[in-house]
Nanobody, 127 residues
Framework: QVQMAESGGELVQAGGSLRLSCVVS????????MGWFRQALGKEREFVAA????????YYADSVKGRFTISRDNAKNTVYLQMNSLKPEDTAVYYC????????????????????WGQGTQVTVSS
């Protein structure tokens, strides 16, 4: 059973930065494709970023491109989301997700492509 735990969410002012972490309890973490999604109050869950197992390929939603960076440390079973230049519209619960089988990075933007999900961490950006 794969367990995932996000951390790092908090209240921050607009223009600030946060780094989210997601620790994955899986022996074969290095084989997982990982993604970050977010869900604002009253809205559907939306894609933020994805990364391949080797970190050679990443993919971002247009709304965060140039501001957010996804990365991973396979030795620590952890995926990160560095968020800079935060805006109030970035306020949401952020979830990490894992997929165990191969898929092109551009196809990792759908929630249905993932096998496991974390419980989420709240990010609030004040104006």
């Amino acid at each position: 059973q794969v367990q995932m735990a996000e951390s790092g969410g908090e209240l921050v002012q607009a223009g600030g930065s946060l780094r989210l972490s997601c620790v994955v309890s899986a022996r074969t973490f290095s084989r997982y494709r990982m993604g970050w999604f977010r869900q604002a109050l009253g809205k559907e869950r939306e894609f933020v970023a994805a990364i391949t197992w080797s970190a050679t390929s990443t993919y971002y939603a247009d709304s965060v491109k140039g501001r957010f960076t996804i990365s991973r440390d396979n030795a620590k079973n952890t995926v990160y989301l560095q968020m800079n230049s935060l805006k109030p519209e970035d306020t949401a619960v952020y979830y990490c997700a894992a997929r165990s089988s191969n898929l092109a990075t551009s196809n990792l933007a759908s929630t249905s492509r993932y096998d496991y999900w974390g419980q989420g961490t709240q990010v609030t950006v004040s104006s």
